[in-house]
């Protein structure tokens, strides 16, 4: 996903005022000049810089470049379905794992993605379910990580 | 310390995990490192960084292998002569390429070894009257090489860093003490977890790049690969003063902030083409090249570890890394590392020398089973590497918050990389961020807001002339080629 360099340039300009902004409110320390806001205040400086430089950059080659440019991929369901479940599978880790529970989560998300990209269903249902045991024995036992239960809890082990 | 069995059946585990991870295209060295701090986290220091050394050295070989076999380069390391390998493979010469890759890595790898064995403690010994002024001008300097030096695009990679030193920022471990952009997370006031972090940039980036990947995959064209090790000393006794450059190239582009074994190998390419008596023939399946820049990328990943070990300031991705890893085992990097703990600091040298040599037999081993290894399915293995980066960025502080850190840093590294912008400098910038504050307000104290004290010390000011000078290059040699085109155009 190519964008022209004028969006970054006015990403990051934006972005280096409201750091600005920000580090005003920050507090000075009684009998010195430097305080926690001079250093983010400096590299907001610098970022208000280099994006409008980057900005008139991109704005010169407007023609010569798309504002947005898709890769192929975009063109392809399979790819896109591919790397929605890639950031889609750590989203539902975050927020299903404490619930649901390691195992189940671990194997919902190895199935899906398998299945994505293209494993056949019974080797990808099979990979799936080995590959979450073995993770959780390895962090679970071995390096003692308190992985969830979740709904397994009555059966944990 | 080393030669207990625990250390060795890790560094064993560690070489055989590294020549996979480097023999399967989009799996990087970096990611190797990265997906094996969490299990290093378990782990005394030693056998740790034993892990890291032998599993970095042996991905940067195995590299190879994909390159010489299939033409798609298993490690940004060995891209510089991928075209060079495969075309040798075409002319059914694939042993004498991947022997060639295998025997001048590990013997870049060595020499990189003995250079930092020899350097890194009479530079210690030298670091340890620096104050914070020298300091700051020298996390300033390394800050500038990423930049400039490492990057085609200054502008870009100048971005990336400030966007690096910004994330650093975030937190209470700042000077003075005070939460910064912590919006009120208390997560978020320890500041944004290292670790996660790379695990981010380094493995969820290359997963999202395989998801979206709709290049066809590659083949194997050789059927059987016979004795990689005949006619390798043959080439040696050929070849002495390139293997000799590439080392030292290698090594100092490894010493140098944000470069790394993949520019080492492009340089060491390049050079050896330039001053080569059969330069015609690079391209068309000449080792020549192969055994330059082999030995460059090897010897760069020991030259990485001298500023990493002396200042604290990573000499690349890896080392970044490493850096992160030594301060969680309480082995802060510094000049002092070499006086209070000078055991394991032989520890770490002997630990290089080891990796190198075992890299043979196991090299070996490794290019038997490759068009096994070649053949493991990717759409199996990325979902697999995407569950170990869950977990593993969760063990480290056991928290969410964490996953979530590393999900946006991938993404963004993604993003940052899909559209030319340098990451090393980020990397940096992450890791030198507190450092460069906290030496940049100490001196500020010290010399009481005047910034002449900045430089009234000799080995200041020097470096201070040396940050200025890489700062002014790119304009120079603009206004230098400008003066020429007008000379020679007033001449004509």
């Known amino acids: 996903m190519k964008f022209n360099d004028a969006i970054f340039g006015a990403i990051l300009l934006a972005l280096g005022i409201v750091v600005l902004a920000v580090v005003q409110g920050y507090p000075g320390i009684p009998g010195q000049q430097v305080g926690p806001a001079l250093f983010p205040g400096l590299i907001a400086a610098g970022l208000c810089v280099c994006g409008a430089m980057l900005l008139a950059k991109g704005w010169r080659e407007r023609h010569a470049a798309a504002w947005v440019r898709l890769g192929d991929w975009a063109a392809s369901p399979r790819h896109v379905l591919s790397a929605a479940l890639v950031i889609g599978a750590v989203l539902f880790y975050m927020f299903a794992s404490e619930r649901l529970g390691f195992l189940p989560t671990a194997a919902i998300s190895l199935l899906a993605l398998m299945l994505a990209m293209r494993v056949p269903p019974g080797r990808a249902l099979l990979i799936a379910l080995v590959a979450a045991l073995l993770i959780h024995a390895a962090f679970y036992k071995l390096l003692r990580v308190p992985l969830p239960w979740g709904v397994l809890m009555p059966i944990a082990w | ?492």
């Open chain 2, 1 to 492: 310390m080393v030669f207990e069995p625990y250390t060795i059946l890790v560094m064993v585990l560690a070489s055989l995990y590294g020549l996979f991870v480097g023999a399967v295209p989009g799996l990087s060295a970096t990611m190797a490192v990265a997906l094996l701090v969490p299990v290093t986290f378990f782990m005394q220091p030693i056998p740790a960084i034993a892990a890291m050394v032998t599993a970095t050295a042996m991905a940067i070989f195995s590299g190879d292998i994909p390159g010489c076999l299939l033409r798609i380069p298993g490690t940004p390391a060995s891209a510089a002569y991928t075209d060079e390998a495969f075309a040798m493979t075409r002319k059914g010469m694939a042993e004498t390429a991947l022997g060639a890759g295998l025997v001048f890595s590990a013997v870049g790898g060595l020499f990189g070894t003995v250079v930092l064995i020899v350097a890194a403690p009479a530079l210690a010994d030298f670091a340890l009257n620096f104050s914070s002024f020298e300091y700051f001008w020298l996390v300033l300097l390394g800050l500038t090489c990423a930049v400039f030096i490492t990057s085609d695009r200054p502008l870009k990679g100048m971005i990336t860093l400030l966007l690096g030193l910004l994330v650093a920022c975030v937190g209470l471990g700042n000077p003075a003490g005070f939460p910064r952009f912590t919006f009120g997370n208390a997560e978020m006031t320890g500041g944004i977890g290292m670790i996660p972090m790379m695990i981010g940039m380094f493995a969820i980036s290359e997963v999202i790049r395989f998801a979206v990947d709709t290049l066809p995959p590659g083949e194997v064209v050789v059927e059987k690969v016979g004795s990689v090790l005949s006619g390798q000393w043959a080439l040696a006794k050929k070849y002495p003063v390139q293997i000799l450059r590439g080392s030292l190239l290698g090594t100092a582009v490894g010493a140098l902030p944000g470069a790394g074994a993949d520019i080492a190998a492009w340089m060491s390419y390049a050079m050896s083409k330039k001053f080569s008596k059969e330069p015609e023939k690079f391209g068309t399946g000449h080792v020549e090249g192969i055994v330059e820049s082999g030995s460059a990328n090897n010897s760069a990943l020991a030259g990485a570890w001298i500023p990493a070990l002396v200042f604290g300031i990573p000499g690349d991705s890896i080392t970044a890394i490493v850096i992160g890893v030594l301060y969680m085992k309480n082995l802060n990097p510094g000049p002092t590392l070499f006086t209070t703990n000078p055991q394991n600091i032989y520890a770490v040298f002997m630990l290089f020398i080891i990796a190198n040599i075992i890299m043979i037999p196991l090299g070996i081993l490794c290019i038997k089973v490759a068009k096994r290894i070649l053949r493991v399915p990717r759409n199996v293995l990325m979902p697999l590497i995407l569950l170990f980066c869950i977990v593993g960025a969760f063990a480290i502080n056991n928290s969410l918050f964490d996953v979530g850190v590393m999900l946006v840093a991938g993404m963004v590294a993604y993003l940052l990389e899909e559209n030319g912008f340098p990451i090393a400098p980020a990397i940096l910038g992450v890791v030198l961020g507190g450092m460069l504050e906290e030496n940049f307000i100490t001196s500020m104290i010290k010399s009481d807001g005047n910034l002449a004290g900045f430089v009234s010390r000799p080995i200041a000011a020097s470096l201070a002339a040396v940050v200025l000078l890489v700062w002014l290059a790119p304009l120079l040699k603009k206004l230098w080629l400008r003066g020429r085109r007008t000379a020679s155009s007033t001449a004509a």
